[in-house]
């Protein structure tokens, strides 16, 4: 920086240096990318997004491709928050289902983010919560055939419905 030029009166600008008139500009991003591209990986990239599988499939497969599939140490730290997703009051069948609410959190959350970007959504904390609170209640209902509780029960009182099991 000690060699750089300063004016006080000028306008403080951003230059692209990957074009000549150092204006950024999608076309010119667009084709620096394709430069960095060899031909092997140009044919790859065609064939991977013409495969017919599944959206979900071909996302997965798209992070393995990017080294973005969660490590070891990741998965680790995810396991470590869900077992200390915990109470010590509930009974080990009673914190198994307690765990299906984690499970319902995390889910609402993806989905509400999705719909975030995709919908353009706004952020909206009650509807995860109430998405997530709902699907709880309905994954324990069909998953426990001994469940008695109503779905009015358990939005009011989650921890009483939990004792009940």
């Known amino acids: 920086m000690a060699n750089q ?3 006080r009166d000028s306008e403080d600008t951003w230059l692209w240096k ?9 076309r010119c991003v667009y084709n620096t990318l394709q ?7 140009t044919y790859l990239f065609n064939v991977f997004w013409s495969l017919k599988v599944l959206p979900t499939a071909k ?7 990017l080294n973005k599939v969660p490590t070891k140490d990741n998965l680790a730290q995810i396991m470590t928050n869900f077992k200390h997703f915990h109470l010590s009051n509930l009974n080990e069948k009673q914190n198994k289902v307690w765990k299906v609410v984690w499970v319902a959190i995390v889910r ?4 509400h983010i999705n719909n975030i970007i995709f ?8 509807e995860i919560f109430s998405v997530a609170q ?7 209902k069909n998953k426990i055939s001994t469940v008695r509780f109503s779905y009015s029960d358990w939005y009011w009182c989650p921890f009483e419905c939990l004792k009940t099991m």
């Open 5 to 7: 030029n300063f004016e």
């Open 18 to 26: 990957e074009e000549e008139q150092r204006v950024f500009g999608a």
């Open 35 to 41: 430069d960095t591209l060899n031909e092997e990986n």
């Open 59 to 65: 996302h997965f497969a798209r992070r393995v491709l």
């Open 108 to 111: 609402a959350i993806q989905i």
């Open 119 to 126: 919908k353009q959504k706004k952020v909206d904390v009650v």
């Open 134 to 140: 709902l699907n709880a209640c309905l994954w324990v």
